[in-house]
Nanobody, 113 residues
Framework: VQLQASGGGSVQPGGSLRLSCAAS????????MGWYRQAPGKERELVVL??????NYGNSVKGRFTISRDNDKNTVFLQMNSLKPEDTAVYYC?????????WGQGTLVTVSS
C-alpha cells in the first residue's frame, strides 16, 4: 500500500489550503484515515483521525480544519481554513488497513506573510 499526499504550499495567514491523500496498491477499504503534522523542532502531532464513525481533531485545529473522505477511492482530504503561522508543518496522511498503519510521504504547508 502506498499513500500519495498533495496540496501543500505557501499561504498567507487567514488563507486556506486543501490537502489530498490517495492510497494505491490495495483493493481493500481503509478502516481509519487521518492527518498528522510535524513542525520544525517539534514532535509529530495529531491533526485529525477518523475511525469507526468517530472523528477526533487536535485542539489547535478544531473549528478550522475539516476532514472528508472518499471511501470508494481510498482518498482522504483535509480542508484547512483560517490558517495561522503556527500551522506551518509537514503534514502526513495516515490510513489503516487491517489494523496496520500506513503513512504518506508528507507535504509541506507554510503559513507566512
Amino acid at each position: 500500500v502506498q499513500l500519495q499526499a498533495s496540496g501543500g504550499g505557501s499561504v498567507q495567514p487567514g488563507g486556506s489550503l486543501r490537502l489530498s491523500c490517495a492510497a494505491s496498491g490495495t483493493v481493500f477499504k481503509s478502516n481509519g484515515m487521518g492527518w498528522y503534522r510535524q513542525a520544525p523542532g517539534k514532535e509529530r502531532e495529531l491533526v485529525v483521525l477518523q475511525s469507526g464513525g468517530a472523528t477526533n481533531y487536535g485542539n489547535s485545529v478544531k473549528g478550522r480544519f475539516t476532514i472528508s473522505r472518499d471511501n470508494d477511492k481510498n482518498t482522504v482530504f483535509l480542508q484547512m481554513n483560517s490558517l495561522k503561522p503556527e500551522d506551518t508543518a509537514v503534514y502526513y496522511c495516515n490510513m489503516f488497513f487491517f489494523g496496520r498503519p500506513y503513512w504518506g510521504q508528507g507535504t509541506l504547508v507554510t503559513v507566512s506573510s
